[in-house]
């Protein structure tokens, strides 16, 4: 695995690039506080019911 | 102390990949990634077993190679309920953000609550000693809640699928690959992130 290398200066303007962010937007919030409706609407599979895996062992 | 789970790193080249993933799977990919993480590992598809949940007709942009944002949710969202697991549906954030936050502060959050997050942007901003700097343009990649800091700066997990392992890449180099793409296609920040957290190991 390759770190990625960056000149100092890249990686300085790429940081001064960056928006301020709120810490309330770093913060993990409460558990449950988290959870979404479902919302998406897909129509119908047009794969077969069970899901193709690799190794998995299923949900 | 715990970290997040990462599973085996997918690329888009793997063996047996159908050429149309080898071309343009880099969305579907990262789903595919993305799914892994946030199941623990229960659930591994392929990118092409992915692929499968949503007909060419179906796409936002069947005319165009590669999936939208949409395209990513409506598959995942097929393959979370195949599953039996709802969380396995990665929701495209561009413009409903998380948690009432939006853009780069949307992702943050999202990794901070622990979600699994695919973004897309123009990879010519990754470094060129890298895997992902053999490609330049349109691109989309997987990004963990994993970090760490290097060199005084965060860094995430990600997966790209043009590289054959998973790498390290700093936050501020996401966000430009990011924000190139959006402002090149006056667009918000494209990206989605699953509905489950990423389980700890």
């Known amino acids: 695995m390759t770190e990625p290398t960056y ?12 928006p301020p962010i709120d ?37 | 102390m715990a970290d997040y789970y990462t599973g ?30 946030t199941s623990g590992g229960k659930r591994k598809p392929t990118p ?26 409506k598959a995942t969202h097929r393959f979370a309920k195949a599953s039996g697991n709802p969380g396995l549906t990665c929701v495209n954030r561009t413009t409903s953000g998380f948690l009432g936050a939006y853009g780069w502060a949307g992702m943050k959050k999202a990794w901070a609550n622990g979600r699994y997050v695919v973004i897309q942007g123009d990879s010519d901003r990754f470094a060129n000693n890298t895997c992902s700097g053999k490609f330049d343009g349109d691109h989309a990649i997987g990004v963990s809640p994993k970090s760490r800091v290097a060199n005084g700066k965060v860094q995430r997990w990600i ?17 430009a690959y990011a924000k190139k793409l959006a402002d090149a296609s006056g667009t918000p920040l494209r990206w989605g992130a699953f509905k489950a957290a990423v389980p700890k190991e």
């Open chain 1, 23 to 59: 810490p309330a937007d770093t913060e993990r919030v409460a558990p449950g506080d988290d959870t979404e409706a479902d919302e998406v609407d897909d129509g119908e599979d047009v794969a077969d019911d069970i899901p193709d895996d690799i190794e998995g062992d299923g949900a």
């Open chain 1, 7 to 18: 000149t100092d200066d890249e990686l300085a303007a790429a940081e001064a690039e960056l």
């Open chain 2, 48 to 73: 092409d077993a992915l692929h499968k949940r949503l007909a060419k007709g179906e796409e936002t942009s069947p005319g165009t190679p590669g999936w939208s944002l949409p395209d990513l949710e």
């Open chain 2, 8 to 37: 085996p790193h997918q690329s888009q080249y793997a063996p047996g990949q159908s050429a149309v993933t080898r071309s343009a799977g880099c969305t579907w990919t990262a789903g595919a990634n993305g799914i892994d993480d």
């Open chain 2, 159 to 175: 997966n790209d699928g043009i590289c054959p392992k998973g790498r390290w890449e700093y936050e501020a180099i996401i966000y």
